[in-house]
C-alpha cells in the first residue's frame, strides 16, 4: 500500500478536527486546526493565517500601459511597488471589488473587467483566496478614496517595463508577481 | 507640500515604535508594530506575520523538465502542486536551503545551483522573503527524508506543461507562480 511513504494513491487527505483562535487582529487571525492522517494514525495541530479573500487589479489603459501603484508597507516596514487591489468584502463579487479598489486606490476605471485568474497566497499556512481581475480601457475618471492611512502614488508603465522591473526584483509582491504571470499570455509575452 | 494626499516627494515613511507579540506558532508569529506618521501625525499599530525566510526551488533536469511536488496542504485543507521548497534554518545560506529542500523533499540534487530571485510572500502583513533557487542538472540521487507529518509526491514536467498547467489555474500557489515567473525568461518564453 505505501511506495516510499506515498499510498500508491498519492499523498493522503488528512482528516479535519476542531479548530481553536489563537489571535484575532483587523486583518487576519491566527488559528490552530486539529487533524488526522487516516493511513498513519497520527493526530498534530496545524496553524494557519484566515484572512478574507483579497483581490489585485491588472488594469490597462488604452494606451496599453498598466497602472501601478506605491506606497509604504508595514509587512517589510519599506515601500513597494505593486499592482492595485485589497480586501474583498464580504458577500462582495470579486470583480466588483478589484474595480472598486482600483477606483479607490488610484481614481482608475476601465470599459470592462473580467477574472483572470485565482491564486493561493499561501496554500500550506493560508486558507483564502487572492483573486486576479483584468480591466481594460482604464482611464483616470476620478479622484481617489483613500483610506484613512493609506497614501498611494499612483504610475503607468508599459508591460514590458512592468516586466522587466519586477525581473530586475524592483517588484517584489509574490501576489503582483502571480497577477503579471497570469496577465503575460495576453500581452503576447 | 499635500499633492492629493501624497506629499510632493511621494508617499511617506511611516516611523516604526514598539512592537508586541499577539501569538506564536511553530510557523509564524502574529505581531502589533506601533507606528506614526511624520507629516499627518497619526498614530497607529499595524498586525503582521512573522516568519523565518523561506525558499523555493526551480530544478530542472538534464532533459529540461521541471521537478514538482503535490503535496496535501493543511492551510487551503486540499492538495496543492508546487516547486519544492521549505523554510530556511537560522543561519542557513538560501541557495544552500534550497539544494537541502529539494534533496529532503524529492531526492533530487543537480549540478549547480544558484539565487535565482528574492520576493516577499506579502509586503503588506509579512516581513519575510521568499529565496527562488534554480538548481540545474537536476537528478534524482537520493532517498527522500521527509519530515515526520510530509507526504509528497514527485514528479516531473517539461517548463511548458507546467506552465500550461499554472495558467489553466491547476498551480495556485503564488510563490510558485513567483518562481515561474522568475524562471521564465531562462526558459526562453
Known sequence: MLNGGVPSGGPVRWEKGEERVLAKTRVFEAWARHYRHPVRGTEREFVLVKAPDWVNVVAVTAEGLVVLVRQFRHGIDDFSLE???????????PVAAGVRELREETGYSGTSARLLASVHPNPAIQDNHTHVVL????????????????????????????LAEARAGRITHSLTLAGLFHFEPLAGC
Chains 1, 2 share one sequence.
Open 135 to 162: 480591466v481594460e480601457g482604464a482611464a483616470k475618471n476620478a479622484a481617489t478614496e483613500w483610506d484613512a492611512d493609506e497614501e498611494i502614488e499612483v504610475l503607468t508603465m508599459p508591460f514590458d517595463k512592468v
Open 83 to 93: 499592482i492595485p487591489g485589497g480586501v474583498i468584502e464580504r458577500g462582495e463579487d
